[in-house]
């Protein structure tokens, strides 16, 4: 029987998880993320960041959007792993507790 505060450790790995999850589709697959001005876009396939001209600012947007993805999946996983098959773990481990509250509050700040 998993108690509340697994429980609940879980399902907020699951709120970061599913839209980690949705959020490769609109990258790749859909228009959502894509500026809905088109000189904008066109501009951003142009142009090259300051750091390197080795790439554009359109495809530096999409490996962002990518990697951002790709880290709330990882913690939705991790988070939700640990919380329901480890919780003495979890729960014993400062660290990861506050690993873990520092990375959803930084998300509340970008939000």
Known sequence: MITLAPALVAASAAIILLPGLIHPLHTFR???????????????????PVLTRETTMWRA????????????????LVYGYLALAHGALLFASPYLLGV??????????LA
């Open 30 to 48: 859909g228009r959502k993320l894509h500026p809905r001005d088109a000189a904008l876009e066109t501009a951003m396939r142009e142009v090259s």
């Open 100 to 109: 873990g509250l520092l990375l959803l509050g930084g998300y509340v700040v």
């Open 61 to 76: 947007w999409v490996g962002f959007n990518a990697s951002h993805s790709y880290g709330a999946i990882f913690f939705g």
